[in-house]
C-alpha cells in the first residue's frame, strides 16, 4: 500500500511543480509584452521625430 500512495504523491508533487512554472512562464510572458509594446512606442516616436527632422532638413536646403 506504500508504492500506490507513493506514487499518488509525487504525481500530485509533479504537477504542483508543474503549475508553479506554468504561473512563472505566464508572468514573464506578460512582462515581456510590455516591454515589447514599449519599444514599439518609443521606436515610433523616434521614427516620428526623425520624419519631421528630415522634413525640417528638407525646406532648409530648398531655401539655399
Do not use: C, H, K, Y
Not at 504561473?23 to 510590455?34: P, T
Amino acid at each position: 500500500m506504500f508504492w500506490p500512495m507513493f506514487a499518488v504523491a509525487m504525481g500530485f508533487l509533479g504537477l504542483s511543480v508543474l503549475g508553479v512554472l506554468a504561473v512563472r512562464v505566464f508572468v514573464e510572458a506578460q512582462r515581456l509584452g510590455r516591454q515589447v509594446t514599449e519599444s514599439a512606442r518609443r521606436i515610433n516616436r523616434a521614427a516620428e521625430d526623425l520624419e519631421r527632422a528630415t522634413a525640417s532638413a528638407a525646406r532648409s536646403a530648398e531655401a539655399l
